[in-house]
């Protein structure tokens, strides 16, 4: 049986973790600074916050590898070590997942992570099919090698990127899920709609499909249910840990480990299997929604629907620009966020 089965099983959610590069901030990784390269750089800090999480209550893990494709290395001269940072990542994930079960008898599963490449496809861009598959090949089968129990896509604006990387993702054989962030009043930056998302994804052969990162809790959550996936495949929700705002020129994440607490029984609520946190969400964060996970007991709550969610977590997409047109969206592509 898979791990995310098993763990599903036997409590009723899969709790997955928060941030990796809000959390390298505050131990000295600086704004522009590739945080990959930390997996052999630094590599007590890569796994001091993956057990910081653990031990905060995540079941799942996500390797230190987002912006680990040649293409995003390359911008830091470093597209040669492709390799080798993707096993060193997913080795110390899967040290500290198997020492941690080994110290309690709780799984814990590593998901390696793999993030957009940056890159716009043609005819907008020159990225090819062909050459973004092979990009993602060499990840995969990096993390394969390194132990990881799956792959996780995750912050994907186009359907041409989310194909690419799960084509490559899959030659591994290992499961893969795939999320995309929605944060263009609705749909992904390249207009891509939730519900036509989960529905194609999933019908290519994933465990899990859902919505990360993006704007807050109430975006995410209005993205993830409208996804009706195929029967077997979870749902994920991983959201920001609030809305970012500038606060003097740096970038901050309002959002209160209440706040997330609040946002992960209703995530719950609405039958979404695997719930984490994407940008500022830090392990107190994560302990908070372990706590209100674990003391929600099936049945006292409302449904949840748009009355409750907008009550809960506010009105979504409040404040935010209408539908972009096509070729803002590709410009936004251009400037697209680092998963922090
Ligand atoms: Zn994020």
């Given at each position: 049986m898979f791990i995310l089965d098993r763990i599903l099983q036997k409590q009723g959610f899969i709790l997955a973790d928060g941030a990796t590069g809000t959390n390298y901030f505050q131990l000295g990784l600086e704004t522009g600074?590739?945080?990959?390269?930390w997996s052999l750089e630094k590599p007590e800090h890569v796994s001091g916050l993956h057990q910081r999480f653990i031990e905060a209550g995540s079941d799942v893990i996500l390797t230190?590898?987002?912006?680990?494709t040649s293409h995003r290395l390359k911008l830091h001269q470093?597209?040669?070590q492709v390799r080798a940072l993707n096993i060193a990542a997913a080795r110390l994930a899967r040290e500290c997942a198997d020492n941690y079960h080994a110290a309690t008898g709780r799984e814990i599963a590593v998901a390696g992570s793999m993030g957009p490449t940056g890159e716009l496809f043609t005819?907008?861009?020159?990225?090819t099919h062909d050459a973004a598959v092979a990009a993602f090949t060499e990840q995969a089968e990096a993390l394969a090698e390194g132990g990881v129990d799956m792959l996780w896509i995750e912050t994907i604006s186009a359907f041409e990127e989310v194909f690419a990387a799960l084509e490559a993702a899959k030659k591994t054989g290992l499961p893969v899920a795939a999320t995309m962030t929605f944060d263009t009043a609705g749909k992904s930056?390249?207009?891509?709609d939730p519900a036509d998302f989960a529905k194609q994804i999933s019908e290519k052969g994933v465990v899990a499909v859902g919505a990360n990162c993006g704007i807050g809790p109430a975006e995410l959550m209005h993205s993830v249910t409208a996804m009706h996936p195929a029967d077997g495949v979870m749902r994920i929700a991983k959201g920001n840990c609030g809305i970012p705002e500038y606060v003097e020129g740096k970038i901050h994440y309002h959002g209160t480990p209440e706040l997330m607490a609040t946002y992960a029984v209703l995530a719950r609520d609405a039958g979404v299997q695997i719930i984490g946190g994407c940008c500022g969400t830090s392990p107190d964060h994560i302990r908070a929604m372990r706590q209100a996970l674990d003391q929600a007991?099936?049945?006292?709550r409302p449904a949840v629907d748009a009355a409750r969610l907008e009550s809960e977590?506010?009105?979504?997409?409040?404040?935010i620009p209408e539908q972009s047109s096509s070729t803002s969206a590709a410009s936004n592509q251009r400037r697209r966020r680092r998963k922090s």
């Open positions: 600074y590739p945080p990959e390269l230190n590898t987002f912006g680990g470093a597209e040669d005819p907008l861009g020159m990225l930056m390249m207009g891509v007991t099936d049945g006292d977590l506010g009105k979504p997409w409040k404040n």
